[in-house]
């Protein structure tokens, strides 16, 4: 399979970025570019959108980029920092790229920003995922 069947058929089976509203924008090897839209039912009890939507379009994103290299993969250490609170209707994208890896390891970043403002990165998350043996 090449990079965007792997991710056409991951995200095809992934319910959870399916409920989530997420779109893949682009994708390439070891790259991967999504986006979603702030909907009310992801806002906490601030009225601001709930940390784990941002730390979910991340992880799907590390996901996607990480299988779209052909060898399944899993996280196994992930951590995010979040810099701007979002609100009901803001469009973000994740952008997720392989920083560095070795023959079972690889190492991702992933910035989220505001559609519409690039330049205003509002968390930034980075995924350590394990290749395993399996290819796609």
Known sequence: MDHSEIVN???????FSQWLGITILEQHEGNCKLTLTIRKNM?????????GITYSLADSALAFASNSKGRKSVSIETSIAHIISLKENDEIIAEAFCETETEK???YKINVFLKDEPSKIVALFK???YKTAKNW
Request: charge should be negative.
């Open 9 to 15: 058929t991951m995200m095809a089976n992934d319910l």
């Open 43 to 51: 806002l906490n009890g601030f009225g601001i959108a709930h940390g």
């Open 105 to 107: 390891l690889g190492h």
């Open 127 to 129: 995924g350590i995922v």
